[in-house]
C-alpha cells in the first residue's frame, strides 16, 4: 500500500483539514463494535421504499434511461417537486428556473450555501441542531455563529435573533440556517414563531436558508414553510429521504427564486455534474403516485414518540415532546454527575444501547442524549427496559 510522500505532506487545505467527522457518525461506529448492541443513533426511517418507487427505478433503467440528466435535474422531476411543493404548502415555484435536483439535502445545503458566501461571511445557526452545518459553512470559508436556544425551548426567538446580529454586526451575517421540525429536538416552528424572524430580517441584507427536510412528518400541527411568509429571502432545503425513506436514493433539491438558483446550480453542477437517473426517476414516481406514502410511517413513528416519551419521563430523563421528526432530546440528571458523552459511553458498553450525546449538535446540546425513534417498537421497547436497569444502577 503506498505512504505519502514526505514532499506532499505539509500540501493540504488548511481549512478541512482540522475539522473532525461527524460526531453523530463517529458514535454511530464506535458503538457499532459491541456485541448485542441496540443502536438508536442513526436518522434513518426503518421503512422499505414503497415497491412502486422500487418499479420505477428499475423501469428507468430497463427503458435505457442512462444517459447525463439536465443538471439541475429531470423536467419531470422538477415539474412533480414544484406541483408537490405548491400542493402541500402553498408555495409557487416555477419547475425550469425556480429549482434544482441535488444529491440529497446536504447538498442542497453546501451549494445554497456555496452560493451565499464569501471568506469571513457570517452564519447564524440555531443549535442544537443538525452536526453537518457547522462543517459545511467552514469549509467554504464562512463563520458559523451558534446560537443557544435550550433556554427558549429550543426555538429562535425574534429578541434571540435581534440580540445576536446587534452583537456579531448585521452586515457581516450573510445567512440564518434553520432547521425544522428539528433535529435533534423534534421543535416545530408555528406560523407565529416564523413571523418573528421574518419581522427582523426581511429588511436586512441576509438569506434564511430554511432545511424541512421533515415537512411531512409532524404531529398534530401542519408545517408551514418559512418561504409562505418571505419568499424572496427564503432559500428551501427539502428532499425525499424522511419522507420516503429513500435515504440511500440521495434526493434532495432546493427551490429559490430565480436569480438565486442560477447561482446555486452552478456550484451544484461543479461539485456533482447531474444527479442519477434511476433515483430521480423513483423520485418522480413518490412525489406524485406516492406524495402520501409519508402518512402511514407517520403514524407509526407517532406510537414509538409517544411510548419512548413516555418511559424516558418516568425513568427520570427530562424528555421533550416532539412535534415533528423521529428523535427524542433527554436532559441528564445532575445528580448522575458525568456528561453527555461520559452517559453515552457507559449506557452502551454497560446497557448495550446507543443513543447520541447531545453536544455534538453544537451548543445548548450537551448533557442531553437524542434518540432516534426511526427503529421497530420491539427494539425501542428493549432498549427502555435496557436504560431502565441502567439507570437503577447509576
Known sequence: ?????????????????????????LFNDKFSKIPGIIKLTLGE??????????????????????HYSEQKGIPELRDAISKYLKTRQGLDYDPESEIVVTIGATEAIFSSMGAILNPGDKVIVPTPTFALYMPIIEVL??????????????????????????KEGEDSVKAILMNFPGNPTGYEYTESDLQEIVDVVKNK?????????????????????LAKLMPGKTVVINGL???????GYRIGYIAAP????????????????????????AAVEALTVGIDDAKAMRDVYQERRDFVVSRLNELGYET????????????IPSKYGMDDVEFAEKLANEAKVGVTPGSAFGKGGENHF?????????????????IEKFTANL
Do not use: C, W
Open 1 to 25: 500500500m503506498p505512504k505519502l510522500d514526505n514532499s506532499v505532506k505539509d500540501v493540504y487545505n488548511k481549512i478541512i483539514n482540522p475539522l473532525g467527522v461527524s460526531k453523530i457518525r
Open 45 to 66: 426511517p426503518d421503512f422499505n421504499v414503497s415497491d412502486h418507487v422500487k418499479e420505477a427505478a428499475i423501469r428507468s433503467i430497463q427503458e435505457n434511461k442512462s
Open 141 to 166: 470559508g464562512g463563520i458559523p455563529i451558534q446560537v443557544d436556544m435550550s433556554e427558549d425551548g429550543f426555538r429562535l426567538t425574534g429578541k434571540k435573533l435581534e440580540e445576536v446580529l446587534v
Open 205 to 225: 441584507r441576509m438569506y434564511v436558508v430554511s432545511d424541512e427536510i421533515y415537512s411531512e412528518i409532524t404531529y398534530g400541527q401542519e408545517h408551514v414553510s
Open 241 to 247: 429521504s424522511k419522507s420516503h425513506a429513500m435515504t
Open 258 to 281: 430565480k436569480d438565486f438558483i442560477t447561482n446555486a446550480s452552478k456550484m451544484h453542477a461543479y461539485t456533482v455534474t447531474a444527479p442519477s437517473n434511476p433515483a430521480q426517476y
Open 320 to 331: 421533550l415532546v416532539p412535534e415533528g421528526a423521529f428523535y427524542s432530546f433527554s436532559r
Open 370 to 386: 437524542r434518540i432516534s425513534y426511526a427503529s421497530s417498537i420491539e427494539d425501542l421497547t428493549e432498549a427502555m427496559n435496557r
